[in-house]
DNA sequence: GTAGATACTGTACCTTGGTACAGTAAAACG
DNA sequence: CGTTTTACTGTACCAAGGTACAGTATCTAC
């Protein structure tokens, strides 16, 4: 039994259930896993919390409540019986180490526990795929367009805000009382300068500046 | 030895070096290893490809080119003897499977191996946490951003995404299999919905539910 | 079965954006 | 002093975006 004394009884694996019983491919990866119910934990110290997402419930309040009452080392782990990248994301924002298939292959659920046990955090390759393409392009543009913006003139940042407030020619050359034909002379010179192909990428290039 | 016999030698892993020799813990966490120049990729079918990222050198040049000279399916793993986020999300956006410490532990190395090899994608705590908290806002918002969005037709929400990303109408057209026509009419359709007058204020008003 | 919503396409036309080629004028720097 | 940088403007042309008017094909709901 992976279960030591201390102060109080540390378990290494604990499986919170709404009901039912432990699956046996969880007993199988730990044969020492304990099953406890949502509002029992936090009395033995865990080491691993496996929490069971029940069906169309909200991941956060139940990861939050559970997070309050246990011991902060206590990594939990979610697991879903429908896994999707929406719940996978709330449950990794309350505070979830890992976030898995219910039924995951022991082999799978050991991996995961290695990971998490040495502070890691899992994530599956969809969701992690997804969480890249929202924000890489938005900090990997950031150094590149970050680097390029101090090259600008004063003319030709006005005229970038301009643009990235969404404003069209016409009305930048009245605002800046200039011509249109002026105003498309620094647009022209702010593609060339910031690598971007037309106004709607600038707009998109400087406004991912304001954002992280 | 990991290698086998096939039209072409199989390797599993594969360790591109500028210059010196593969290091003991590498060697220790796999006996099979094999050393390679950057410029010998692709040579062999390489399984597993751990890239050690010279210092102060752009990852996404030497990944890049890395990538388009190996199979498909080979995984990428950057190895970085000064791991710091912003050059881990570079590597992980320029396609590697994974990011770490070059001097990471024989254990550390096949732990991430076994996660690669699986098809995962392995990144460190911090990082993740970084990500986590770029875009958990983001997706936490999701709500909110349907709220507004939600007269939306499917259709028309996969054009409003593609627009908010920069996408011309050629391209959305390509990417939805449909004419630029049918592109035009959704948008119409956008501008119309969300009373916007252009692409750019409608990428604007999209991007700007998902920040805040 | 008919009305409405969704998705798609065509022709035509006008507006806006972007670029090529060209030039003036003032300030800045060596 | 001359060269470079910044700011500005003109004419002209083409591509892309946007609109008007019109029509077909599903599918769902009453």
Redesign the interface.
Known sequence: MGVRKLAVTVIEHSFVLQSGELLSRWVEAFPSAVAVAADGVGVSEELLLWVRIPQGQSPELLLGSIKRRVNVNTKLIALSDTPND?EG??C??AGASAYINTHATPE?LR?VA??VG????W???SL??R??R???????TQ?TTKNKLHVLTGREREVAEA????D?NKEIAKQLNITERTVKAHTASLFEKLGVRD???L??AV?AQ???
Do not use: K
Not at 163 to 166: S, T
């Open positions: 929406d994301l709330a990794l924002s799978a991996q290695e990971v040495q502070g890691g955090l994530i599956g390759a992690m795929q969480l890249l929202s924000s890489v392009a938005l900090v990997a150094p643009v990235a407030r969404g069209s106004r709607l990428q707009a998109l406004n304001r954002y992280l």
